[in-house]
């Protein structure tokens, strides 16, 4: 009998640090759309953080809570969705020592978003620890430990989602059909530009974050790239590769208005200083209530920890459930060891 159940949705963040724009066009959005239809389980990945912060942990647990703060400020209803730690979960170690005899080496370090992110923390092919470069079967462990089918992320972790996939099969062909095979459902804007047009990071220096004052995001898009060539306000403007543009086109929604601006900057009827204007009243409005939310969370740390509590303890329940599958599959299953004959 096909287990009867709601779909699941399983996704997350390393606690490297808030979240900011890109992460909510890119992902947060459709975890709030999904969570009524939805059974959802976000992940605070805290092993990840090993990844290329080892010598720094320090600010670990002060991230945990920032990304915990972002979730909920941004609509994440704890009454919903699970949210819970990495590192709380067992089961999810036990998967990925599995798992790593199914993939090999090689494979892994084809893998794109490895080599980016190594590049960008100075490590090179040889340097690279055996955590690192075999961190997306710890992420694969993450989706599979509770059966997910639907994981909402940005561009960059598609390659990490081949591999879930790949892993999955090789399970199930190895051994018996325990998993289904995830798929990615990317955000409406998954790689929106940081204020510089370089990809918005956490470390680049370059993110509007969900937890900027006002004061913040005016300084920060008065400083993002428009179109270098326009000098004068009566000069015609490029809209393609505008950032301020393009934060237009995710963040509001009255596109005949955009299609006006736009026209008129390209005819040179105005400036960038008017239209970032515009665009500072867009965001503020856009994070007025995300500010409101985060602000009742943030006095009430009693809450916070029993919504991960409850988050980690409904995760388990779930992850439990498949190591039994797993190990029945792989004949790993000791209960009765003593009573063979
Ligand atoms: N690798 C993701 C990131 O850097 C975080 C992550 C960890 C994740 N486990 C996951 C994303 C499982 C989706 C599913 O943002």
Do not use: W
């Not at 703060?69 to 599995?98: H, N, W």
């Not at 399970?171 to 510089?196: C, Q």
């Not at 929604?253 to 955009?258: C, H, L, V």
Request: aromatic share 10%; proline share 5%; glycine share 6%.
């Amino acid at each position: 009998m096909p287990e009867q159940r709601k779909k699941r949705i399983l996704t997350g963040d390393r606690p490297t640090g808030c979240l900011h724009l890109g992460h909510y066009v890119g992902s947060l959005k459709n975890r709030v759309d999904f969570q009524d239809d939805y059974d959802c389980f976000f992940i605070i990945a805290d092993y990840q953080v090993l990844t290329d912060h080892i010598n720094n942990t320090k600010g670990v647990g002060e991230s945990i809570r920032n990304i915990l703060l972002d979730y909920l400020s941004v609509g994440i209803d704890p009454k919903k969705s699970s949210i819970f730690i990495q590192s709380m979960i067992p089961e999810i170690a036990q998967l990925t020592m599995y798992f790593s005899m199914l993939v090999s080496v090689p494979r892994l370090q084809r893998n794109p978003t490895i080599k980016e992110e190594a590049t960008a923390a100075r490590i090179g092919a040889k340097e690279i620890s055996y955590g690192f470069l075999g961190y997306p079967v710890s992420q694969a462990a993450d989706i599979l430990s509770v059966r997910a089918d639907v994981v909402p992320v940005g561009e960059d972790q598609l390659p990490h989602l081949e591999q879930t996939r790949e892993i999955a099969k090789s399970f199930n062909r190895t051994f018996d059909d325990v998993f289904k095979y995830p798929e990615a459902l990317l955000g409406e804007y998954p790689r929106l530009p940081g204020i510089d047009r370089q990809k918005m990071s956490k470390s680049r220096g370059n993110a509007i974050f969900l937890s900027d004052s006002p004061e913040e995001v005016a300084k920060k898009v008065m400083k993002a790239y428009t179109d270098p060539q326009k000098i004068h306000l009566t000069d015609p403007g490029h809209i393609e590769g505008n950032v301020v543009f393009n934060y237009l086109d995710a963040f509001y929604d009255n596109k005949k208005e955009i299609d006006d601006l736009k026209g008129k900057y390209e005819r040179g009827e105005i400036g960038d200083v008017a239209i970032k204007k515009i665009l500072i009243d867009i965001l503020n409005e856009f994070l007025s209530p995300i500010r409101e939310r985060r602000r009742q969370y943030e006095d009430d740390p009693k809450l916070l920890e029993k919504i991960l509590l409850e988050g980690n303890e409904r995760t388990r329940e779930e992850a439990q459930k498949t190591l039994e599958l797993v190990h029945k599959a792989m004949n790993y299953h000791y209960g009765n060891i003593f009573s063979f004959r």
